[in-house]
Structure formats: C-alpha cells, structure tokens
C-alpha cells in the first residue's frame, strides 16, 4: 500500500520535476518562457504520435524532447532575435500548443499504446523496498540525474557561473564578451527539450492514450515551482515531490471513495496549494524579490 | 545581406499596418500549413477568414461571438498596458456567470424587470471578485497576478462542474449535469424577433467607446499607460501602480464577469459543463490583435469571431477538424507577435563599409 502509494507520487511528480528543472535554467538565464504548458502540450502529443506509429516508446521519448526543443526555439526567435515582449509571446506559445496538440491529437483520442515500463528488471524489484527504489520508468532516473547535473552545472562549472551571469547582468556579461543571445538560445532549447519530456510523460507513462489538454495545468504549477525553489534545484525536486503528494492524495482520496468531498474539490486541490505555496513564499521574505535572476524577463539588446 | 535597422521612433503606420500584416500572413502560413496536413488549405483558409463576412446570415453568428471576447479582451488590454498580466480572465468569466446563475436560481418562479439587472450586478462582482484575489496578492505580497489568476480559472471551472452536478442540478433535467433554463425574465432580450443578436452586442460596443474615452481622455487612462511604460516616472508623478493594479484587474474581472452573464443568460440559457468555452484566452489574443486599443478591439473581437463561425463552416465543408480554429488563433498571436518587429525595426540591404 504505502509502496504504491509512493509510486504514484514519484510518478505524478516526474512531469512537474522535468518541466520545472527546464524552466529553471531558462530563468537563470534572465528569460521568464511563460510557454511551458505549450511545450509540454506539444511534447506530449509528439510523443504520443511517434510512440503510436513506431511502436516505440523511447523513440517517442526522443520526439517529444525534439518537438518541446522546436516549439521553444520560436518563443527564442520571437523574444530574443525579434525582441517581442517574453510574457505575450510564452502566452502564445502556450495558446499555440493547446491548438497544435489538440489538432494533431484528433485523430489520436481514445488510441491507446503501451504504457513505459521499469527499466530494471523483475527480479530487482521483488521485495516492495525495492520495488520502491528500482521499480521506476527510465524517465525518473533520468530526472533525478539531471536534477543533479544541473545543480552541479550551474555551481561548480564555469559556463553554469557564465549563465548565471548573463541572468543577473546581461549587460556586463556582454561587455565582457560573452555571447548573451547565444546562451539564452541555449538556454531556451534545454527548458524546450525537459518541458516536451515532461509532457510526454503524461501520455507515453501516466495515461498511455491520448486526450486533450493532458497536462491540465501542469506546466503552470512547473512555473511556480520555480519560484517555491527560490531558482535552487535541490528544492525544485523537494517541491516537486510534495505537488505530487498533493496529487495523490487526490487520486487516494478517488480510489478510496472518499464522499463527504466531492471529486471537484479533491481537483482543485493542487492549483489552491500552489496559490498558496506563493503567498507563503512572499510571506517568508520581507524584501519581496525572492531571489529572481536579476534579469528575469528584460529584453537584451546588444546594440 | 538582408538586416534589421532600428527606426528612430516607432513607425505610426506600422503599428496600425502590422496586425493587418498579421492577418494576411496568417492566412498564407495557414494555407501552406493546412495543404501540407492534406487538406485542402486554400479553401479551408477562405472559408475561416471569409465566407463569415461573405454570407449575410453569418453575421449575427458573428455579433454573438464577438461580444464576450470584446469585453474581456478590453479589460484584459486595461491591465497589459499597465503591465498587469490578467491571465485568468477564462476564470473570471466562469465567476460571473456562476454569480448571475445564483441570482436566477433564488428568483427561480419569479418575474419582473429587475431580475436581468440583478444577475447583470451579481455577474460582474463575482467576476471582479475573483479578479480581486490576484490583485490583493500582488498588491500586498507581490505575488505573481499571472501565475495566481490562472491558477484560479482551473479552481472556477472545478466549481462549476461540482455545482452543475451538485448543488444546482436542474430537478428536472433527467439527471443530466446542467442547471434550470433560465426564464424570459432571466434572459437577454434578442434585439430583434427570431434573432440571435443580443443585447450584449451593442452594449459590447458602447463598453468599447467608454474603454476608448477612458483610455485615451482621462487622467485615470494615462496613469495606467505611465505605469506601464515608465514606473519610475509614474511614482514621480504621484500616480499609485498598486491603484491602477487593482483597477486594471477589477475591471478586467468585472467586464469578463459579464461578458460570462451574458453567455449564461444569452446564448446557453443555463449552466452546463460546457460552458467554460475559452474565450478567456482567445480574448487575450484579440487585446494584443487590437494593439490594447479598445476600438482596434472590436476589430480583432470581429477576426477572432469569424475564425470560429468560419472554423465550424471549414468542419463541413473541407472536414478540417475543429481544433484547427484554435491552431489558427495561436498561429495569429504568433505572428502578430513577429510583425511586431516592423514597429521598431526596418528591413534593409546591409551596406558595406567602405
């Protein structure tokens, strides 16, 4: 019970954790991507179409990290080389992917594929303790190890201190030399490829066939996990993991019949948590700054 | 080489020509686009963009889609100029129809003129209501308005699901999840017999000329464009950005509130779970179609209607399905977004240095 129990959280955090991880080294970069959910929608629906068509889960792994790389790379060219407004353009990105995902999806609802299976094999995953550590997708480790390289990236390497730079003072980092536009490209097609895994998670390992508006929100709560961590990795995978909790307590509280709260409420419950789980971030801080990359969502223009 | 130049100020006629830019760019994006799904994109761009205005019997198709996304989109261009993102409009549209739904419930069997009125007050405080939960955020904690007032639209339409098949489940609706239909008293007058235009179509236009008049004639309209444009001068000047938060955002919730009541007690005569249509979010495409302008509003209102009307014609007539209206919404933001450029910027051959 409490094996499954931590199961479903560990899964219904994973999309949040990619998505948000992503997010975060766009932010240190000083670009706010309002985009997430767009790219996760159109990660998701890539992953699904390939996955479907091939057979192949990993393959549409593969293809909802490019499509989520592809979608961000038009929020890059429209904020960074055409200078458009970051806010207005991740909200379209984000309107563009509800559109896109549901119009490629059409022909895709009620499909169904198999679902992603653990990657170790049976026999590790006897004992309910251990099916608890290795009973998990390739996708789980694989976001816990980038929680990881990007925490040690961004700390103990010199172009994770050069990103940071760019994010705290574009203009000084320019006048030094270094490529700020290139890096925020780079930047950006990373958020892309974690948010577009993240979608895919929804539909190739949460529910294995397709529906419209999978992600439901996630890509937003992403976002505001960002600002919960305070942009430090470590505790993105902390709050990630208490969103999930939050999540499956929705989906216990389901399963177990639970009627003096009607379902409705048990779905609210994760935006009501991230509202709060902003009020008390502002409440915590006086100054009100919460420590943002100082560049967060400014255009840069070299000339 | 081709290169981009930075105009010395912003160029007047492309700020008018760009979303007309937009438009035609749209078109010609989507006709590639849709001819290489395997549809025939020629006729699917014309039927979406203008058969609508083509055929007389469209047009109050037209009015009627048009109305909601003028208003909310006018309140939502309030807060974008003074840089205040009321994403949560879709939201605040579900709040008041959900609050004008109460009134027509409690006056269930009664008539008389006061009733429209009433849910028209109730429509517009419940979305103001809701709006007002971002603001208070934002104005005391700084907490993000985009992040909050969104998160708030998945709380509304949760709580209407759970009214429509709780609480308010029409006794005699054969267990379907939908309230009462409202009365004659609770609903729009048609502004003609047999009509579907409503009252809240010329309304939605009036609501524009004073969106307009304020904007552009009152010391109110330019406090929000200075706070906008020029914090720091604003605070010079003794214009307050916490006042024009709050007023952005509680004219945002209140116009998308009625514009939520209007839908209630216009074209859906009830609530059902259909009735969260989006139109939130499509508005915001219309506030940026009509350069935050309220009468380029009701332009982009009248593009953004006819690629729903004409969405639903392309659906018969070429089969492209119905999510293709919002693929094109999303491809006229974008590159609405991009010709945007042409404001500030000019192309020109790149001229060798001697």
């Known amino acids: ?303 | 080489m081709l290169e981009w130049r930075r105009r010395r100020e912003p160029s007047t006629l492309m700020l008018y020509a760009s979303p007309l830019i937009a438009v035609a760019l749209t078109m010609l994006i989507g006709m590639i686009v849709f001819t290489a799904m395997g549809y025939d994109g020629f006729h699917a761009v014309r039927d979406i963009f203008l058969t609508p205005f083509l055929e007389p019997q469209r047009w109050a198709d037209l009015g009627v889609k048009a109305a909601p996304l003028v208003m909310i989109a006018l309140g939502l261009a309030i807060g974008f100029r003074a840089n205040v993102w009321n994403i949560g409009a879709e939201g605040q549209y579900v709040m008041g129809a959900i609050a004008g739904t109460g009134v027509a419930l409690a006056t269930h069997g009664m008539t008389g003129w006061w009733i429209l009125p009433a849910m028209a007050v109730a429509g517009i405080l419940g979305g103001m209501a809701w709006a007002a939960i971002p603001a208070f955020l934002r104005v005391k904690l700084q907490v993000s308005e985009i992040l909050t007032s969104l998160m708030l639209t998945y709380v509304a339409v949760q709580g209407l699901y759970y009214l429509v098949r709780g609480p308010w489940k029409d006794p005699d609706g054969f267990n379907f999840p939908q309230t009462r239909m409202f009365s004659a008293d609770q609903t729009l007058p048609a502004m003609a017999e047999g009509s579907l235009v409503h009252l809240g179509i010329p309304l939605a236009i009036v609501i524009a000329i004073v969106a307009w008049l304020v904007i552009e004639k009152t010391t109110a309209g330019y406090a929000v464009k200075v706070v906008g444009l020029a914090p720091a001068a604003a605070r010079h000047g003794g214009f307050s950005a916490n006042a024009v938060t709050w007023a952005s955002l509680l004219a945002g919730g209140g116009l998308a509130g009625l514009a939520g009541l209007f839908e209630a007690a216009g074209p859906f005569g009830q609530l059902t779970p259909q009735f969260p249509t989006g139109y939130g979010f499509t508005a915001i495409i219309v506030a940026f179609l009509g350069r935050l302008n309220p009468l380029g509003i009701v332009f982009g209102g009248i593009v953004l209607a006819a690629t729903y009307v004409g969405g639903e014609i392309a659906q018969t007539t070429v089969k492209l399905p119905q999510a293709a209206t919002g693929m094109f919404q999303a491809l006229l933001l974008f590159v609405l977004l991009a010709t945007d450029v042409l404001v500030r910027y000019r192309i020109g051959w790149k001229v060798r240095a001697a």
Not at chain 1, 216 to 238: C, D, H, K, S, T
Request: charged share 10%; net charge positive.
């Open chain 1, 1 to 303: 019970m409490l094996v499954s129990i931590l199961m479903t959280l560990v899964a219904a955090s994973t999309p949040i954790l990619l998505a948000a991880l992503g997010e975060l080294v766009v932010e240190k970069s000083g670009v706010l991507n309002l985009g997430v959910e767009g790219m996760m929608l159109c990660g998701a629906v890539a992953g699904f179409a390939v996955a479907y068509s091939t057979g192949s889960t990993g393959l549409g792994l593969v293809a909802a990290a490019l499509a989520g790389v592809a979608t961000a790379m038009v929020f890059a060219v429209l904020t960074l080389s055409l200078t458009a407004n970051q806010v207005a353009t991740g909200l379209a990105l984000t309107i563009f992917g509800i559109g896109a995902s549901s119009l490629i999806g059409a022909g895709f609802v009620g499909r169904t594929i198999a679902r992603l299976g653990p990657v170790f094999p049976e026999a590790l995953s006897g004992h309910p303790l251990l099916r608890a550590m290795f009973g998990h997708d390739i996708v789980v480790y694989l976001s816990l190890l980038l929680v990881l390289a990007v925490s040690l990236f961004l700390r103990r390497t010199r172009p994770g201190l050069i990103l940071r730079a760019v994010g705290e003072n574009d203009g000084s980092a320019h006048a030094i030399g270094y490529p700020v536009i290139g890096i925020r490209y780079g930047a950006i097609a990373f958020g892309g490829a974690l948010a577009g895994l993240g979608g895919a998670y929804f539909s190739l390992a949460l529910t294995p066939m397709w529906a419209d508006r999978l992600t439901a929100g996630r890509g937003w709560i992403a976002l505001a996990l960002v600002v919960f961590a305070a942009w430090r990795p470590g505790r993105l995978l902390l709050g990630a993991y208490l969103f999930g909790a939050v999540m499956t307590l929705e989906l216990q509280a389901k399963a177990a019949g639970v009627t003096w709260l009607a379902p409705e409420f048990l779905a609210m419950a994760p935006y009501l948590a991230t509202i709060a789980v902003l009020t008390m971030m502002s409440l915590g801080r006086k100054s009100g700054r919460l420590d943002a990359p100082a560049c967060l969502g400014k255009p840069f223009s070299a000339s």
